[in-house]
């Protein structure tokens, strides 16, 4: 028996507190699986944005929130992040819904939303708020203090619009922010959980705000004066458009903007082992994250026994509803999504990739936006399908020389937000590691820690979020001189 989503006001916007009418229409949600609309929410106009950015504004200048202690707003995060723990089937359900996440998968990583609440309010008692020292010339006492950097809007895409949104709501919150979330229209019901919570723990009125919008609304709300800090996490098209709408005003923004990682594999790799993890990592959710390792740059010596190897791996993969539990891996998100990885396939070929795997629409799923895992080898580096972010189940395989080679290539990219070293030496690993124009470097891996910094590199975006960098980008820094 699965979960019901339980949304209370589907048909309103959460403003100042309240839950109030939009005036913009409605927006339907789809199913990734089914293909039905599963629920219909509101979609709020250019006007419903004004009035979300005006309360958050009056909430920050004129309300309690930022006068709070940290460990007064600590107390309310943990008071929402207990407010959650009832609604954790909810949010997990909902992803499984809206995208086709696996259900066996869902309750982990949707938990790791509701951890970001708990870890801002324990990180808040510790965090250098205050720093003293003294004038240069020892004549008097000097302070520098972090200040909240003000309203913020907190704009998530569809892969994981829970954990994303959680991830930024979390320490705006904790630094002192008031806060107007913008979900991805495809998956907004996460959003709505998380403004019942907000209200269930008493957070003061405006504090945090729900708009669902498409494209124009959601300009208004990026361009609006009342906004100090934009954080956004999607496509570079976008970031493009919200870095220049930020530059203009000289508003704050943190951009995390996708990537085409690449997996360096050395000679002393442990072969099964990495091909294992390739082949876990470009199936968790249907390819569909930023991160995903979906260039695997192979030395020579090892190429031909790591691509066999990937073969087997994949083609092991099951591909079959969210609720089966045989399942590893469900649907893509949306049929615009299927359309744009057979479109990478299909020029992959013209160019003369090799399709060693894959490349087509499920066989026997009718309903759903079902695609096998695909892997291309002889890819060369000035290909399409090696320098574009795909967002799907597609692993490319590219030949190097040696270790110099690999660098060269994993390196010869526009993005630079993730990546990984398959090699038996620690030191070496750290070598490469540091060659790598990425803001995360895993080891024989595909690994996160949430106390460090995320972000990318070049066109992977301007920021970091996660650790006390990420609550650091929600601050402003000021110097008191005595």
Not at 124 to 142: H, L
Not at 328 to 357: H, I
Not at 368 to 386: E, N
């Amino acid at each position: 028996m699965t979960t019901r989503i339980d949304i209370a006001h589907p048909d309103k916007l959460f403003i100042g507190g309240e839950w109030v009418s939009a005036t913009g229409g409605t927006i339907d949600v789809v199913s990734a699986h089914s293909e039905a609309v599963i629920a219909r929410i509101a979609e709020a106009s250019e006007d419903d944005v004004d009035r979300a950015a005006i309360a958050a504004r009056k909430a920050f200048d004129d309300g309690p929130w930022p006068r709070l202690s940290p460990q007064e707003r600590g107390e309310y995060l943990r008071r929402l992040s207990k407010a959650l723990e009832p609604r954790m089937p909810e949010v997990a359900r909902a992803w499984v819904d809206q995208i086709g996440a696996l259900a066996s998968a869902a309750p982990f990583v949707t938990g790791g939303g509701k951890f970001w609440f708990d870890y801002y309010a324990g990180l808040g008692d510790d965090f250098d708020w205050v720093r003293e020292t003294t004038r240069i010339d020892g004549s008097a006492k000097a302070m520098v203090v972090r200040e909240p950097a003000g309203v913020v809007a907190a704009i998530a895409p569809w892969n994981n619009p829970f954990g994303i949104l959680a991830g930024k709501v979390a320490p705006a919150l904790m630094a002192g922010c008031t806060v107007v979330m913008k979900p991805a229209p495809e998956t907004p019901l996460e959003a709505y959980i998380l403004a019942e919570a907000a209200e269930a723990a008493g957070l003061p009125p405006g504090v945090v705000n729900l708009v669902c919008a498409n494209r124009t609304a959601s300009d208004r709300l990026v361009r609006h004066r009342a906004i100090d800090k934009v954080s956004f996490t999607g496509s570079v098209a976008a970031g493009r458009t919200i870095g220049v709408a930020c530059a203009e005003r000289f508003a704050r923004c943190t951009l995390e903007l996708g990537g085409k990682s690449a997996a360096i594999v050395l000679e002393d790799a442990d072969i099964a082992l990495t091909a294992a993890t390739l082949a876990q990592v470009i199936t968790l959710s249907a390819g569909q994250v930023c991160a995903t390792l979906s260039r695997v740059v192979a030395v020579r010596s090892i190429h031909e026994r790591l691509v066999e190897a990937l073969q087997a791996e994949l083609a092991k993969v099951t591909v079959g509803h969210p609720d089966d539990p045989a399942a590893r891996m469900g649907p893509l998100a949306m049929r615009r999504q299927r359309d744009r990885v057979e479109q990478f396939v299909s020029d992959a070929q013209t160019e003369g990739a090799t399709l060693a795997l894959g490349g087509s629409r499920t066989r026997g799923m009718d309903a759903g936006w079902y695609f096998d895992p695909t892997l291309f080898v002889r890819v060369d580096p000035s290909m399409r399908i090696a320098r574009e972010e795909i967002f799907g189940p597609v692993l490319t395989v590219l030949e190097a020389d040696d270790e110099a080679a690999a660098i060269a290539i994993a390196n010869d990219s526009d993005f630079g937000l993730y990546g990984a070293v398959f090699c038996a030496d620690p030191d070496r690993g750290y070598r490469v590691a540091r060659a790598v124009r990425t803001g995360t470097v895993a080891h024989n891996g595909f690994l996160f820690d949430p106390s460090l910094p995320f972000g990318g590199f070049k066109m992977s975006g301007i920021g970091r979020e996660g650790g006390r960098e990420g609550m650091a980008a929600f601050t402003e820094l000021k110097s008191l001189i005595f």
